[in-house]
């Protein structure tokens, strides 16, 4: 091969290379984002938890400085606030949503929505038994957990049900809502289970991360659509009910 027939081929291949990177800029920045570093941030945290009992040092304080605040009507009203951040009241949430699609023959975006709830559920199941890390017994906890801690079950579900409502309504008139009522819902799911003394905060961190990354994770290869503007009386995009051509190879 002549060197300018080589040059020319370099050429070709390096405008290749950019046009296609162009096209796909924004799935490669939500990629990184979205998915790579939640993860490099829950690969630090489950490491330095699997190598060390202790954690984190600044985990004991955090919990100690909340732990100031108790009070008698605190403890009740933070061991009530905890049940809306459970799998047994996210799960009826997300079977009364899901109906809805079903309903509206938004069966991809069902598919979706489901297997991001219920893989949140199995990966926080599976990895609290990998990682068999105790909870904290600082003091005597008003509402009581007994499997293991890392990484918050609470803390996953809550925000996995968040993450993905914010990307089944992206766009849409829902979308800013769903953000700003779902991060004061994620929030409050989190304080109670440090006010509660069940988790240390690297748990809620963790199941924060592994959350947000399975669920953009698993909409990256669903696909889930919803709709423009928030109109989900109209009739489904045809992807909603057909497999696309590469599903079907």
Not at 22 to 38: D, K, N, Q, T
Not at 131 to 140: F, Q, T
Request: hydrophobic fraction near 50%.
């Amino acid at each position: 091969m002549m060197k300018s027939d080589f040059g020319k081929l370099g050429q070709s291949f390096l405008n290749f290379f950019r046009q296609l990177l162009i096209a796909h800029w924004r799935s490669l920045l939500l990629l990184f984002i979205g998915v790579y570093l939640p993860l490099q941030i829950f690969g630090l945290l489950a490491v330095k938890v699997w190598e060390s009992e202790g954690g984190f040092p600044w985990d004991e304080p955090i919990l100690v400085a909340i732990h100031q605040s108790s009070r008698a009507q605190l403890d009740v009203f933070a061991a009530k606030l905890t049940l809306a951040g459970s799998s047994r009241t996210v799960i009826p949430i997300v079977s009364v949503i899901g109906l809805g699609f079903l309903l509206k023959r938004r069966w991809r975006t069902l598919t979706y929505i489901l297997t991001a709830a219920l893989g949140s559920i199995i990966i926080n199941r599976t990895t609290k038994e990998f990682m068999h890390r105790i909870r904290p017994h600082l003091w005597e906890s008003p509402s009581p957990e007994l499997n293991f801690s890392f990484p918050s079950g609470h803390a996953m579900t809550s925000m996995t049900l968040v993450a993905a409502l914010v990307i089944l309504t992206w766009g849409s008139v829902w979308c800013w809502l769903i953000l700003i009522v779902g991060s004061l819902y994620v929030l409050a799911i989190g304080w109670t289970r440090l006010y509660l003394g069940v988790h240390f905060p690297s748990d809620i961190l963790a199941g924060w991360m592994v959350s947000v990354a399975w669920a953009i994770g698993v909409s990256l290869i669903i696909k889930p659509h919803l709709t423009q503007s928030g109109v989900i009386t109209e009739a489904p995009p045809v992807e909603e009910t057909t497999l696309l051509r590469q599903e079907t190879e």
